[in-house]
């Protein structure tokens, strides 16, 4: 199997930004999900509840962030002073982050909310609750420092929504952070150790999905539209327990390793095959 494509999302929600190559931290990729909308009461914001972060594009920069977005000016938001840090809650998890105030206008303008922008300057803050060990940390990912999805899987999902009389869903609904080829659907959520290139993850928990997967955006109008799919599918062919489940989250073993695409992927450690997703 090889590494087909590598993605990381500066801004939690907002636009993909697709890699040749990153470095690996122990909460994830460098620069993946270390900003993050809150309200004013400090609890996170999604494209869950405000679809229009899905057509923000964030760009990184020496310490800030460069927003833009359709029908808006672009801003620059400065490197927030790291003495300020606001209490913020990221589902179960309550931590501080360092408030970036000069974007708080730019962003409840565009999403129609009084919002604030926080970056997580000490990711060592964040623990993981469920499926890790005590000293495993994550960024601003909704539970794991890293996604890893098959086209096998996806190639596989779409044949059944085109059966169904659906439209087929591009990678880029499921959020991955890793993308890898390979000949048998599933075959993922047996994996419990996985090399990629020079950098080793443990597999410790399957994705359940959510409505985010099934909206799309133009990033030229600004729209976004939902639909059924592929939650719909996946809830009739992926359903374990209560949830349906989708791609594979890891953590990563190899701190300071690079993932280049092209890079060879292994499974060092599986399960036997038909148990379902991890976690499920």
Known sequence: MRLT???????????????????????????????MVVDEAGHFISA???????TVHPRLTDGGL???????????????????????????????????????AWLSEL???????VHL??????????????EDRVSLADGYPLLVATEASLAALNASIEEGGGEPVPMSR????????????WAEDDWRLLRVGDATFRAVKGCARCVITT????????????GKEPLRTLARTRRFGKKAWFAVNLIPETPGAVVRVGD???????APPGGGPLGA
């Open 5 to 35: 494509s590598l993605h990381r999302y500066p801004l939690k929600s907002a636009r993909v930004e697709d890699l040749a190559a990153a470095e690996v931290e122990p909460w994830g990729l460098v620069g993946d999900r270390r900003w």
């Open 48 to 54: 869950r509840e405000s679809h229009r972060l899905l």
């Open 66 to 104: 460069h927003l833009s977005a359709p029908g808006a000016a672009p801003f620059e938001v400065a490197p927030p002073d790291p003495a300020r840090q606001v209490p913020v809650r990221l589902w179960k998890t309550e931590f501080t982050a360092a408030e970036a105030t000069d974007a708080s």
């Open 111 to 117: 999403l129609g909310g009084a919002v604030r922008l």
């Open 121 to 134: 300057d000490d990711p060592t803050r964040r623990p993981i609750t469920g499926f890790a060990r005590p």
């Open 174 to 185: 499921m959020r991955p952070n890793l993308v890898v080829d390979g000949d048998l659907p």
């Open 215 to 226: 909206l799309e955006a133009d990033h030229g109008s600004g729209a976004v539209t939902g």
């Open 264 to 270: 060879e992927v292994e499974v060092l450690e599986a």
